[in-house]
């Protein structure tokens, strides 16, 4: 009768658990250049890609509408960025439905914008998210100027005053959301000296 001799060598490994995997920014658009988002909205946080309800019609025409009326006042020294990487970490790239950051167009050749004057979200379906733990997350990043076009109450939120908080999903917070209707106007703080109707941001 034959036996099998097992060597013991004094130790043992622990059972591992699954473990989640998370992404870099590198390889969230890595992975876009090969087509794994095709026809699909993905944002990259703080390494999880989550998939964004793809743009209803409503979204679609004021997102354009919200980039064409931008590009009036934001002209020479800025560019107006649509749902494009917004690099805000080695593991997070939130893809704002619009972004208008400092420079030349040719200035992010090589490198995705890390900052922005403004972020903006134009929100229905993800008017919770955007206000909550998206507002948390740009705020941790020090974005000085978000606004949040509500295609529900037909309303401009405008988020400034980034400050910590222990308590908020990411870190940090907002001061109170000023809250804008027609005929109303907004500045953005990195263009003071213009005042955009709000109306022209709305349905």
């Known amino acids: ?15 591992l658990a699954p473990q989640p995997r998370r992404f870099s920014c590198a390889e969230f658009h890595q992975m876009g250049d090969m087509g794994w988002f095709e026809g699909r909205r993905a944002m990259l946080i703080e390494g999880e890609i989550l998939e964004m309800p793809g743009p209803n019609p409503p979204h679609a025409t004021i997102t354009a509408k919200v980039d ?12 107006i960025r649509n749902q494009s990487p917004l690099v805000l970490g080695q593991s997070t790239d939130p893809e704002p439905d619009l972004a208008v950051v400092a420079g030349q167009l040719m200035d992010y050749y090589a490198a995705h914008p890390t900052t ?5 979200e134009v929100a229905d379906s993800t008017l919770a ?3 909550s733990d998206k507002a948390s997350l740009y705020a941790a990043a020090r974005i000085a100027d978000y606004w949040v076009v509500d295609l529900v109450s037909k309303r401009l939120l405008i988020f400034r005053q980034p400050q910590a908080d ?7 917070k907002y001061a109170p959301a000023l809250v804008l209707t027609p005929p109303a106007t907004v500045s953005p703080l990195g263009l003071p000296s213009v005042s955009i109707p709000v109306a022209e941001l709305l349905p």
């Open 68 to 79: 064409t009326t931008l590009r009036r006042f934001f002209a020479a020294g800025f560019v």
């Open 116 to 120: 922005a004057a403004l972020v903006i």
């Open 1 to 15: 009768m034959s036996s099998v001799i097992t060597p013991s060598y004094g130790f043992s490994f622990p059972p």
């Open 166 to 172: 222990a308590t908020q999903p990411f870190g940090a």
């Open 129 to 131: 998210f955007d206000t």
